[in-house]
């Protein structure tokens, strides 16, 4: 059976031991030869390369190499997969991206408003010269990009890569919600066939299909969470956190103001962006609650098995562990070995998918996945509310992408004047100016001026 090299991109991260402890779940069905852990700051991915090996040589003798790297010449040579999850600025730019717009009584998230137009713009240029440097040493490696702010990422790996259908931008937000559909219909996640529509972090599912009926079970779902269900902790490590609980409890509140469809969390921050200022702390963020949370658990859990020489036998066996996010990822890569042709949230070029949308538009629409890459379901004409809803998104994200790659200030505040989060240029300019500020080395110095 053929084996595949795979390089983990953002190595550093904290969900790749969830990654790792997955990689050994999909073994047969996704065998590895060479796994690469890479990241610029080999100090930061050092604890996760421990915990690697312990897992990999106690779980995964027959993987034939296992290394870690600050060197792209070493890490992305002769590889099948790139996984990417880079985050521009690390932890520290995170912190300034929610709390630098909640300054000027602005939504302050890392994906969404001006926090995510500023992480977006960091994240463009790194992952250009990655996947430039990784088409140079392997050419024909698919590239599964889940590096955040998706929807803006998408747009400008289009633009300078725009023949290449091995580059696939993908979110799990949709998938983790699926998941809490499944714990409310008691059922799994995999008996959904779903169908979805809009951009990254700002869409909307039509439909959620059984697979073995064909049955539409969106009703029962708009059902339940109008009657009132509300969501638990789940399995999910991200929902132990309150934020969380309560970004998935505000659901039924957009569904009692719009009951077409069911909607993405996120829209949460479009719809509701004055009640999401109001019930935010400008000094304890997102950000805080993970660095007080997460992390701590996270590296408690690695420090624990590197003392101990060993994962299993003790209470972090991966018979204990379960991950939404790494398991889509994986079943992504295993539909397209296989050409399985498995249904997935892919964002795509629009190509008259969403038939009354920008063709150029990147939207997130159900894909079949095989080895020919993705092929979007079509769809039909969207209401006026929902495709006002994205014109005006997209219009945001291009601007956004125009301005970081024509170094043009006045686009840049026209995308953030356009942004439902803002909606006021006053305010455009004054969170733009801080924005630039705190970004210099990461957009370009030409901004500062």
Not at 325 to 343: D, G
């Amino acid at each position: 059976m053929k084996k595949y090299n795979v390089v983990l991109v953002g190595g550093g991260s904290i969900r790749n031991p969830e990654m790792m402890a997955t990689l050994v779940r999909y073994k047969e069905k996704f065998p590895i030869g060479r796994f690469v852990l890479y990241d610029i700051d080999q100090k930061r991915q050092e604890i996760m390369a421990q915990y690697g090996q312990i897992l990999f040589r106690e779980y995964y003798p027959e993987m034939d190499e296992f290394i870690w790297t600050d060197d792209p010449d070493v890490a992305f040579a002769d590889i099948d997969f790139a996984l990417m999850q880079i985050r521009s600025g690390n932890m520290e730019m995170r912190e300034k991206d929610e709390k630098i717009p909640l300054k000027h009584g602005l939504v302050g998230q890392e994906t969404c408003g001006a926090g995510g137009f500023a992480y977006g713009l960091r994240s463009i240029p790194e992952v250009i010269e990655i996947i430039t440097k990784i088409r140079e040493l392997s050419p024909e490696a698919w590239i599964i990009n889940y590096s955040n702010p998706a929807a803006i990422v998408a747009e400008a790996t289009r633009r300078v890569f725009p023949d290449d259908y091995k580059i696939l931008n993908i979110c799990d937000m949709p998938i983790a919600i699926m998941e809490r559909y499944a714990e409310m219909l008691g059922c799994s996640r995999h008996d959904f066939e779903p169908r979805y529509f809009g951009l990254n972090h700002y869409g909307w599912f039509t439909h959620v299909y059984d697979k073995k009926t064909g049955e539409d079970l969106a009703p029962r779902i708009k059902q339940c969470l109008l009657d009132g269900y509300t969501f638990g902790l789940g399995n999910e490590e991200h929902t132990l956190d309150a934020s969380w609980i309560e970004t998935y409890n505000t659901m039924a509140d957009m569904l009692r103001d719009f009951p077409e469809y069911l909607p993405n969390t996120y829209l949460k921050y479009y719809l509701y962006p004055n009640r999401v200022v109001a019930h935010s702390d400008p000094n304890h963020t997102r950000y805080d609650e993970i660095m007080e949370g997460k992390y701590p658990r996270v590296h408690k859990k690695l420090n624990e098995i590197i003392e101990a020489n060993a994962v299993r036998g003790t209470k972090y066996d991966l018979e204990n562990t379960t991950s939404v996010h790494a398991s889509y990822i994986f079943e992504l890569a295993t539909s397209i070995l296989n050409n399985e042709n498995e249904i997935f949230l892919i964002i795509v070029k629009n190509n008259g998918t969403i038939p009354n949308l920008d063709p150029d538009a990147m939207v997130e629409v159900a894909c079949r996945v095989g080895i020919n890459g993705p092929e979007p379901l079509s769809m039909e004409p969207i209401g006026t509310f929902y495709k006002g809803m994205i014109e005006s998104q997209h219009a945001y994200e291009r601007l956004a992408v125009d301005g970081l790659f024509e170094k043009d200030k006045g686009k840049l505040l026209q995308a953030l004047t356009l942004n439902r989060t803002i909606s006021d240029a006053d305010r455009a300019r004054a969170v733009l100016d801080d924005l630039i500020e705190a970004n210099k080395g990461y957009w370009g110095a030409d901004f500062c001026a």
